[in-house]
């Protein structure tokens, strides 16, 4: 594959620990952020962890002075590990088209609740975009790109703040699909389908009023691949979400190729309380999952390497998570802690490929259109985004084979991903994420 074959649109989940930071790619100018989590050990020669923000800087399309232009950034919810690096992101050169956030910092400022730095950052930066589109709509004028905002949600107390000012048109609710980004119509291309946040859920623990979408990514020929992003929420809300659409006759809004595991691999996904108070296996969850997935259908855990064994109490990535996870996605599960080695983890690279949707995208062929990328650094743009930050992932043993029918179960799927990891074989190189 040369550089000029590289899907143009896709997604890219970087390693960046236990948190999330997830890039899609929808053309050659557009490209959409979706959490942050870009932590100081990035900065180390030997660091296991992307820096993200940097990352960022060097492969987004640029604007016609040059700046590096990201068209939204979506928070999921105002946790460290999905909002970490954000003020870096506002220091940077970046150029942030739209910002997409939730009532619930609101509400958690109002609260008197502790917010990170990071948290804290956002949320100035939101209301700073509410002050500007208000500003911008009261002189009969559309608000710049660089000043846009979108709120995605419902909060009871709405009427206490001052993004209940904003028109209608800047507001996002659950059952709504978002075409446009930065104020461009993208719908043959691109859709967001909000799932959550739900109203009865605004006074509720954080993780439960995550931002969830089901994203759509359109070729030309009009093939479609669908990524699910779940924030941070447990069984009892994403049961509502897949209940609510099967209720409602909506099978297409819960249709996944590519699903981000909620809470980093997080067991409290499909093990909750039972009704004698005991924890149990949640198998309905499990049902709907495999029930709307894909011909293909992958898992990605955005988290640190699985232990070899979990202990009570402990955080995630949970295994028994895993397992389940890969009980229902016949390609299994990729951890962006281990892919392809918890030495060396690469960003786990999807393009959407006419014909057959979203394809794991093979690193031996992003190492060959890495020199073609060099020699075109000045008309960045998608292409140029997937081989950048595919390229970073060359030297870690064989690549993904293509699939070929085969019968599901935990370890024929385990055997699979096994070998992709390529864990018996080291880096040809050392490759890290260091900066400089």
Request: hydrophobic share 40%; charged share 30%; net charge negative.
């Given at each position: 594959?040369?550089?000029?074959?590289?899907p143009?649109?896709g997604?890219?989940?970087?390693?960046?620990?236990?948190?999330?930071?997830?890039?899609?790619?929808?053309d050659?100018?557009?490209?959409?952020?979706?959490?942050?989590?870009?932590?100081?050990?990035?900065?180390?020669?030997?660091?296991?962890?992307?820096?993200?923000v940097?990352?960022?800087e060097?492969?987004l399309?640029?604007?016609?002075?040059?700046?590096?232009?990201?068209?939204?950034?979506?928070?999921?919810?105002?946790?460290?590990d999905h909002c970490g690096?954000?003020?870096?992101?506002?220091d940077?050169?970046v150029?942030?088209g739209e910002?997409?956030?939730?009532?619930r910092?609101?509400r958690?400022?109002?609260?008197?609740?502790?917010?990170?730095?990071?948290?804290?950052?956002?949320?100035k930066?939101a209301k700073?975009?509410?002050a500007a589109?208000?500003?911008?709509v009261?002189?009969?004028?559309?608000?710049?790109?660089?000043?846009?905002v979108?709120?995605?949600?419902?909060?009871?107390?709405?009427?206490?703040?001052?993004?209940?000012?904003?028109?209608e048109?800047?507001?996002?609710?659950?059952?709504?699909?978002?075409t446009?980004?930065?104020?461009?119509d993208?719908?043959?291309r691109?859709?967001a389908?909000?799932h959550?946040?739900?109203?009865?859920?605004c006074?509720?623990?954080?993780n439960?009023?995550?931002?969830a979408l089901?994203?759509?990514?359109?070729?030309e020929?009009g093939?479609?691949?669908?990524?699910?992003?779940?924030?941070?929420?447990?069984?009892?809300?994403?049961?509502?979400?897949f209940?609510y659409s099967?209720?409602?006759?909506?099978?297409?809004?819960?249709?996944?190729?590519?699903?981000?595991a909620?809470?980093?691999?997080?067991?409290k996904?499909?093990y909750?309380?039972?009704e004698?108070?005991?924890e149990?296996?949640?198998r309905?969850?499990?049902?709907?999952?495999?029930?709307?997935?894909?011909?293909?259908?992958t898992?990605?855990?955005?988290?640190g390497?699985?232990?070899?064994?979990?202990?009570?109490?402990?955080?995630?990535?949970?295994?028994?998570?895993?397992?389940?996870?890969?009980?229902?996605?016949?390609?299994?599960?990729?951890?962006?802690?281990?892919?392809?080695?918890?030495e060396?983890?690469?960003?786990?690279?999807?393009?959407?490929?006419?014909?057959?949707?979203?394809?794991l995208?093979?690193?031996?062929?992003l190492a060959?259109?890495?020199q073609?990328?060099?020699?075109?650094?000045?008309?960045?743009?998608?292409r140029?985004?997937?081989?950048?930050?595919?390229?970073?992932?060359?030297?870690?043993?064989?690549?993904?084979?293509?699939?070929?029918?085969?019968p599901?179960?935990?370890?024929a799927?385990?055997?699979?991903?096994?070998?992709?990891?390529?864990?018996d074989?080291a880096?040809?190189?050392s490759?890290?994420?260091?900066?400089?």
């Amino acid at each position: 594959m040369t550089y000029t074959d590289l899907p143009e649109r896709g997604v890219v989940f970087w390693p960046v620990g236990t948190g999330d930071s997830t890039t899609i790619v929808v053309d050659d100018r557009l490209v959409v952020q979706v959490d942050l989590h870009d932590q100081k050990a990035a900065d180390e020669d030997d660091a296991v962890v992307a820096p993200v923000v940097d990352r960022l800087e060097e492969t987004l399309p640029r604007l016609d002075d040059g700046r590096p232009y990201l068209a939204v950034f979506a928070l999921t919810h105002a946790d460290a590990d999905h909002c970490g690096g954000f003020g870096d992101l506002l220091d940077s050169d970046v150029v942030i088209g739209e910002l997409w956030a939730t009532p619930r910092l609101w509400r958690e400022l109002a609260d008197g609740e502790e917010l990170s730095e990071d948290a804290e950052a956002f949320h100035k930066e939101a209301k700073r975009r509410v002050a500007a589109t208000l500003a911008a709509v009261a002189s009969g004028r559309e608000p710049a790109s660089g000043d846009r905002v979108r709120i995605i949600g419902y909060d009871e107390d709405r009427e206490d703040h001052p993004y209940a000012e904003l028109p209608e048109a800047y507001f996002s609710f659950p059952g709504e699909a978002i075409t446009t980004l930065d104020g461009e119509d993208t719908s043959d291309r691109f859709e967001a389908f909000v799932h959550a946040p739900f109203r009865d859920d605004c006074a509720g623990e954080r993780n439960e009023t995550s931002l969830a979408l089901q994203v759509t990514l359109r070729a030309e020929d009009g093939t479609e691949g669908r990524l699910l992003l779940l924030g941070d929420l447990s069984y009892v809300t994403i049961t509502k979400i897949f209940d609510y659409s099967e209720q409602h006759e909506r099978p297409e809004r819960l249709a996944w190729d590519v699903m981000l595991a909620a809470h980093h691999c997080s067991r409290k996904v499909m093990y909750a309380d039972g009704e004698d108070g005991e924890e149990e296996l949640k198998r309905d969850l499990l049902d709907q999952f495999e029930r709307h997935a894909g011909a293909e259908a992958t898992v990605v855990a955005s988290s640190g390497p699985f232990r070899d064994a979990d202990q009570p109490g402990d955080n995630p990535p949970h295994l028994d998570a895993r397992d389940r996870y890969e009980e229902v996605a016949l390609n299994g599960v990729l951890c962006t802690g281990e892919y392809l080695s918890a030495e060396a983890p690469r960003p786990v690279v999807f393009g959407l490929e006419p014909g057959a949707g979203l394809v794991l995208v093979d690193v031996d062929d992003l190492a060959d259109g890495e020199q073609a990328a060099e020699q075109s650094k000045a008309s960045r743009g998608s292409r140029d985004l997937l081989v950048a930050l595919g390229a970073t992932a060359v030297a870690a043993g064989a690549a993904w084979a293509a699939r070929q029918a085969r019968p599901r179960g935990t370890a024929a799927v385990r055997d699979a991903v096994e070998q992709a990891r390529g864990v018996d074989a080291a880096p040809a190189t050392s490759v890290g994420f260091g900066r400089g």
